[in-house]
Structure formats: C-alpha cells, structure tokens
C-alpha cells in the first residue's frame, strides 16, 4: 500500500499538542467499517446531492474514494471535527492543503475538491499525536466554509463517479496494469501484493485511484487525479506517470547494477589477494607491493629529513599502508614520496675556498672580465674568513651575446667545487613553471627549481637562471613574480613548491642570472639582484680570446691540433673587422671554425693546405668580406660631424649631416631617427638659433632657410641623445660655413642653454673611434669616471677631451671658414646670404 507519514514526521510539521483530558470519551467511540454509512444514500444527501458535514484539512496526503488510510492528527480545530463526527454518526469530509507548511489554514489554503470519508477508529500515539483510520468512500466539491470554531464544517455536493466507458478504457486499463507491475517488480517500495490487489480491481476508476494512492508523487500530481472524474482520462494521466516512474526505476537499477558489479569484482580481487598473501606466507615469500612498502619504509629511516618533513613523509606513508593495492591514489603518494626522499635536504658539497686556486681557474677560461673576477674571488675570501655571517649574494650578468657570461658560470661552479645547475627562462609564461602544480591535478610536477635542486643531489650548487630578461606573462600568472621569493635572501630559506607544499631552503644555494638588457627586467626583481655588466670586448681582447681559447678548441675538435695549423693577427683582425660585427666572439668562433672545416677537408683529401692562415687566405676560405666598416671621410667638410653610438655589437661611428636651403625656415629630419632623437635635433636646431648672434649670424637667415638633418644608413632604426653635440657641431658649421675636423668623434647630449650631459656607452663609443681613425674624442665632463673602465692602450690611443659647455666643442672641433662662394641672385627671388663668418662664442 502507499507509503504514509509517521506520526513523528507529522509532529514536526508544526502539529500542536491536543490534551485528551477535553474529550475524556473521545478513545471509545469507534465506527466499524461493516456498518456500512451509506445504505440508504437519498438520506445523508438532498436533492442536489448537497451534503453538511465536519470538515478536515491534511497535509501532504491525499485520500482517494476507496482508499483506506491512517491519518495522524494533531491540530485541537482537527481532533474536534473527528470527535464531532464519531459523536454524532456523521462521515467526514477531507481535502487536502495548497502549502502543507500553514498551520491555520483558511478558505483559500484549500483545494475545492476533497473525498467523503468514514472513521472506523482513532488511537492515541505515544508521541500524543492521534492516529485515525479513514476510509474514502467518494468525490465531493466543496462549496462553502458554514463553521470555523470550535471545528470546520462545510457544505459540499457530491460528485457520482461516471459508470459508462469508452471504448479504449478496457484497452487503457490493461497498459496501465502492464506499467504497474513492472514497476511493482523494480521498486524497493511497493510490495508484490500491490499488484495482485490491483488486477481485481476492475473498475477503471477505481484502479487509477489505488494506482495513484501507491505512487510517491508530488501534492498536486494527485490532487489533480482526485480532481478528474472521468475515469478514462485519470487512466491516461496514471500511465503517465507510471511511465515517467518506469524509466527512473530502469535507471536506478542500471546504476545499481554497475556498482554492485564493481564493488563484486573489488571484493573479489580482495579475496583472492587476501589467498595470494596467505599463500605466499606459507611459502615464505611476500607480494611485490608489501616489498616496495617494506623498501620505502627502509629509504625513509635512513634519509635525512627535516621535522615538517618528516611530518609529511610519514603521515603519506601512514595512508599508503591503509590503502589497497590496487587503489588510484598508490600512484599519486608513491610519487609524492619519490620526490621528498630524493631531494637535498641536508647533503651539502665542501667549497673549495682556495682564493688563489679559483683565480687560477677562471683565469684558465676567460680573458679579461676582471671585474667579475674580483667580485667571486671576494666573496670566496669573505666565506672562508666568516662563513657563517655571510649571506649568499644573487648576481646578475648583464652584457652583450657572446660575452660568456653562461661559461662563466661554469667556471665560477668548479672552482668552488659546486655542482652547475641551468635552466632557461627564455620564453617562460606560466608562473608553474617556478612554483610547480598543486597535487589536485593529473601529472602534476614541481617546478623547475625543485627539479634542478634534484638533479645537484645537494643543497649549495650554483644555480644560474640563463636569460632572466625573456620571461614572459599572461593569464597564467608572471614567472618574474614568482622569482622574487627564489632571489630573495630574506625568503628563499623557506621556499614553498606548489607541488612539494613545504618550506624548502634555498639559502645555500649560488644564483647566477643572465640578462642581454635590463629594461624588460621587473624593477623589484633588479633590486634583488647584484648587476655586473659585461662590456663588449676590445678588439686587443678579441685577438687574445681568440689566440688562447678559440683556435686551439676548434682545431682540436676538427682534428688540426697536430697540422699546425696558424692564424696570424691580420687575418684575426680580418675577420674580426670584415666578417662579424658583435660584441663576443661568438660569431669569431664560428668564422675560426668555417676555416677549420675546408682546411680539414683539404687534408682528408690529402691536398695541399695553407699551414699560415693570412689575409688573403681568409679571403680564399671564407669569401669576400660580410662587413663594411666606416672609416674617416677624406677631407674635412663643411656641415658633417662624427658622431659615435653605442650599439649592441659594441659600438659603431655615425654621420651627422646638415644641408641649407633656401626655404621659410622648417626642419626636415631623416635617417630613421627616433622619437628621442628627434627632440635632440629640434632642441640642436633651437639652440643654433639662440646663439644667432653670437655666431654673427642675422635673425632672418633662420626664417629664410630650410635645415634638412640626415643621418645615412636609413634601414637602420637610430635614437637616443647622445648624438646631440654632433647635431649642434653640424648646424654650426653649415650656417658659419666652417668645416668640422674629421679626426674628431663626438657624444653627449645638449641642452638648450649649451650644457653638455653625460652619456652612456663611453667604453664601446671609444673603441669604436679608435677602430675608425678618430684621435680626438670629445665626452661630457661628467663621463669622465667612465675612463676607468677603458684599457690603458686605447687611452694612449685616443686624446679625450672633457667639455661642459657647447662653445668648448666647436672650439675643438671647428676649423676656420672657408671662403664664401657667391652666386648670382635670380631676378624673381632674392637669395638669403650667409654673413661673415665670426669667432665661436665664449
């Protein structure tokens, strides 16, 4: 039968207590369902089939004619209707409520259509709720509320159920049985006698009511059956919901049935495991999962650890041992615990302190960089006299390609007697990719860092982090963000991995970064680290790199070291002019090796080769030359000054030009100049126009005259400010007439008031005018501590001439006035005339 409601669950809808002592005979009236209220119907009902009776509102139940039901009633208004009914041999009416929750309902809280209802008896729960058994007899329509107090009565008309059927109904009830039965046959809540009482019943109205009054659906599905008196459409809407009802019970049992597949084959592996051990115990040997545990138990006692370490280790392994052999978390904590034990947590290397052997060893890889190699060999000296009050520094390498910034690190790695780690940055995105993944996800890894720290096998190497300035970011987080807690000493001794979710020190650990330029470089990341520029090398340095480290390892690995083969300086300086422009030797390298390869050609083919490696032999290799280089113009020129730049390869000289035309006074700028360097020309040309009359030159020779400024090799893009002085000496000279001396190279940058600033570059600027020809190179005052850095050879080579002012320049660089050539004027356009030249200003 239907599934009711307990009276517990009654009670706490919010039923009040109803105290019996107010009905002190109310448990002794009974009504016996065999005496049947109804024989002689035209009595209990008028002519209209109009009817008066108690009324009883119910919650979440609905009783259909027929029916026979427990009604648990708690409501004082309620058990007074019942004890009116009992008293006074009077059926009941019963409808149920639109909201169950309504502890009073009114008229509008009640559904219009409700059953006629006979009480055979009623008893008292132990929960004092009381429990009425009611039987539905037939369908009335409520028509009017007649009492309230001190219980409901109404007036209702009966609603005679239809006797004739249509013709489908025998067909519809038969469907509706089929449905019920399979139904029947999967429901855990319907008994099989369910469907034995229901093939008896052979009224289709009838049949629908008990079908409905055994289904679990909601209020108004069933209301809405009670509300329907034909019976052929109350089948239709039962087999509905029998329908709907079937394909969830299918469902049900379908995934019923894969789980109890799944937890069959479980237990089955399960016990033929459990078989598996005993047996293997009784033959003295243990399954391959226990031996694994019993190895990783042994790896984890002997391995040093850490306490939160050690925490995680055996709290993991504490679950390990609770799981099944077959459970797909094995994987994942085996893993885990691979990685903690094979991590450095306190094996560390013994640094070789040896001042004068590290000097030794970087001596014996690089040339130059002395100033790199001071600063490893201090902070060598500072740990072997205060170890322990030292903190590891973060140094950045800063320079051109091809510096050897990256073998450096080497270098610095096995004269500290450290294991060398790098990793690449380059291109790096995703902020993982430091941290690591959360566990949460398949294939999660840690990041880089603690996979280096791995593979060192111990916690100080040197760690050098290759193109720091190419990281990346977008929306998968920003690595140089991430960096800061790894280059950071006040942080990077208790380093979190994602992955690893515990404090790793990092402290003893030797970075090194590399970086081409600063500028992509996060400011908070630059002031972690302690920036060492690499300058570009001399071409003294090239030719000595090149005699003591690149041709004796390219003959080597092409199998010449015993050809002798030789390399005279005009040919290293060829190539070094003429067939790489770049501020390393990387590209040397490769050109040293081209002439390796057809040189060990020849001698595989046992030809004749060239055992002295000159000019014209480089010539013959490797083709005629790549590169142009600049050099002085032939003569001394009126508007054209030298400047020099910096460049990446290391620095390069450049012509200013200036031509006058007759014109209303604009300034046309080209050469592929940029945004800054454009604003130093309009500052160069409004200076030249201030000193007008210093220079003897007439206000309206600017307001009739075109200045047009070109700086050639327009493919290649230039800016920056220090080409100002070289603009400044240019326009000077083409509006006074006076040429500007060849041999002198010019930088620094102009004010409007004349000032001259300081520049970077100056080492490279200086090697590039020595290269050129230039003996006169003329810099800002301000630049003069830059002269440091300069090798004493090239500052014999070079007169550095230190300005402040721009009237100290052009009276270095300016020679005296040519003669004036006049042309004849035209008729129609009087010409502007250039005035007698004038002594620089003072």
């Given at each position: 039968m239907k599934k009711t409601l307990k009276a517990s669950e009654i009670q706490m809808k919010g039923d009040d207590y109803f105290d019996f002592n107010q009905y002190p005979d109310f448990m002794g009236l009974t009504a016996p369902f065999d005496e049947d209220p109804f024989e002689d119907e035209e009595?209990?009902?008028?002519?209209?089939?109009?009817?008066?009776?108690?009324?009883?509102?119910?919650?979440?139940?609905?009783?259909?004619?027929?029916?026979?039901?427990?009604?648990?009633?708690?409501?004082?208004?309620?058990?007074?209707?019942?004890h009116a009914a009992l008293q006074n041999g009077e059926t009941l009416i019963v409808a149920a409520q639109a909201d169950s929750e309504v502890f009073e309902p009114t008229e509008a809280d009640i559904y219009r259509i409700g059953t006629e209802t006979v009480i055979g008896r009623a008893l008292r729960m132990p929960d004092t709720t009381t429990s009425v058994l009611a039987q539905g007899r037939r369908r009335v329509e409520i028509l009017e509320f007649t009492q309230w107090e001190p219980y409901i009565r109404v007036r209702a008309r009966v609603m005679p159920e239809p006797t004739e059927w249509q013709r489908t109904t025998e067909a519809l009830m038969r469907a509706v049985l089929a449905l019920f039965e399979k139904v029947v046959d999967l429901s855990r809540k319907l008994p099989d006698e369910a469907y034995t009482f229901a093939i008896n019943i052979d009224e289709p109205g009838w049949l629908a009511d008990f079908i409905a009054s055994t289904m679990d659906t909601p209020l108004h599905v069933r209301e809405d059956i009670l509300e329907t008196l034909d019976p052929t459409s109350r089948l239709q809407k039962v087999s509905i919901i029998l329908a709907q009802e079937l394909n969830v019970l299918e469902m049900e049992d379908q995934i019923h049935s894969q789980v109890q597949q799944e937890v069959d084959k479980m237990q089955r592996e399960h016990f033929l495991r459990e078989q598996m051990r005993v047996i293997q115990n009784e033959l003295g040997e243990t399954d391959v999962f226990t031996q694994e545990l019993s190895e990783l138990r042994v790896t984890i006692e002997e391995k040093a650890l850490p306490e939160e370490a050690r925490a995680k280790v055996d709290k993991e392994m504490a679950r390990l041992n609770a799981m099944p052999p077959m459970a797909p978390e094995i994987g994942i904590i085996r893993t885990y615990l691979d990685w903690i034990l094979e991590l450095p947590w306190m094996e560390k290397s013994d640094d070789n302190l040896d001042v004068s052997h590290a000097a030794e060893v970087l001596d014996a890889d690089h040339y130059a960089l002395e100033k790199v190699k001071d600063r490893i060999l201090e902070y060598i000296a500072v740990r072997k006299i205060a170890a322990d009050n030292m903190r590891t520094p973060i140094l950045c390498f800063v320079g051109p390609p091809g510096t050897g910034k990256t073998s450096l690190g080497q270098s610095i790695a096995r004269a500290l007697n450290r294991e060398f780690l790098r990793i690449s940055l380059g291109g790096v995105r995703d902020e993982a990719e430091i941290r690591g993944h959360r566990r949460t996800y398949i294939g999660a890894l840690p990041g880089r860092v603690i996979q280096a720290m791995r593979r060192a096998g111990t916690i100080n190497p040197l760690f050098m982090l290759d193109e720091v300035d190419k990281l990346g970011q977008d929306f998968r987080g920003d690595p140089a963000a991430a960096l800061l807690e790894v280059l950071d000493p006040e942080q990077n001794k208790a380093f979190v991995d994602h992955y690893l979710d515990l404090d790793y020190d990092l402290s003893n650990v030797l970075f090194v970064t590399?970086?081409?330029?600063?500028?992509?470089?996060?400011?908070?990341?630059?002031?972690?680290?302690?920036?060492?520029?690499?300058?570009?090398?001399?071409?003294?340095?090239?030719?000595?790199?090149?005699?003591?480290?690149?041709?004796?390892r390219q003959t080597g690995q092409h199998g010449l070291a015993e050809a002798g083969l030789h390399f005279d300086d005009n040919a290293l300086k060829m190539m070094i002019r003429q067939y790489t422009y770049e501020a390393g030797v990387r590209n040397l390298e490769r050109e040293i090796a081209n002439v390796c390869r057809k040189v060990a050609r020849r001698v595989a083919e046992?030809?004749?080769?060239?055992?002295?490696?000159?000019?014209?032999?480089?010539?013959?290799?490797l083709g005629p030359p790549r590169m142009t280089q600049e050099f002085l113009r032939e003569e001394d020129e009126v508007g054209v000054a030298t400047g020099v730049a910096w460049t990446a390869a290391g620095g390069d000289i450049l012509f200013i030009e200036v031509t006058l035309m007759p014109g209303k006074g604009t300034l046309t700028l080209t050469g592929q100049l940029g945004e800054v360097m454009q604003e130093s020309a309009q500052a160069a040309m409004s200076y030249t126009r201030s000193q007008g009359l210093a220079l003897g030159l007439k206000e309206e020779i600017f307001e009739n005259t075109d200045v047009h400024i070109h700086i050639p090799e327009g493919a290649v893009p230039k800016d920056g400010p220090s080409a100002g002085v070289a603009m400044v000496t240019a326009l000077v000279s083409a509006f006074t007439n006076r040429p500007v001396r060849r041999d002198v190279g010019l930088t620094g940058e102009i004010t409007l008031r004349g000032r001259v600033l300081p520049v970077g570059g100056i080492r490279e600027k200086a090697l590039a005018a020595r290269r050129a020809g230039i003996t006169t190179f003329i810099l800002p005052?301000?630049?003069?501590?830059?002269?440091?850095?300069?090798?004493?050879?090239l500052r014999q080579d070079l007169k550095f001439v230190k300005v402040d002012r721009m009237n100290q320049v052009l009276e270095v660089a300016l020679l005296q006035p040519l003669p004036i050539k006049v042309q004849p004027a035209k008729k129609r356009r009087k010409p502007a005339t250039l005035p007698a030249p004038a002594a620089p200003p003072s």
């Open positions: 009595e209990l009902a008028d002519e209209d089939n109009i009817v008066d009776r108690p009324f009883l509102p119910l919650r979440d139940v609905v009783l259909f004619p027929q029916m026979v039901m427990p009604l648990f009633v708690g409501r004082e208004r309620s058990l007074a209707a019942i590399t970086a081409n330029v600063l500028d992509t470089i996060p400011p908070a990341l630059q002031d972690r680290m302690e920036v060492i520029e690499f300058p570009g090398y001399l071409e003294e340095e090239k030719l000595e790199i090149a005699r003591h480290f690149l041709i004796p046992k030809r004749r080769y060239p055992r002295r490696i000159t000019g014209k032999q480089v010539v013959d290799l005052s301000r630049n003069e501590n830059d002269l440091f850095n300069i090798p004493k050879k």
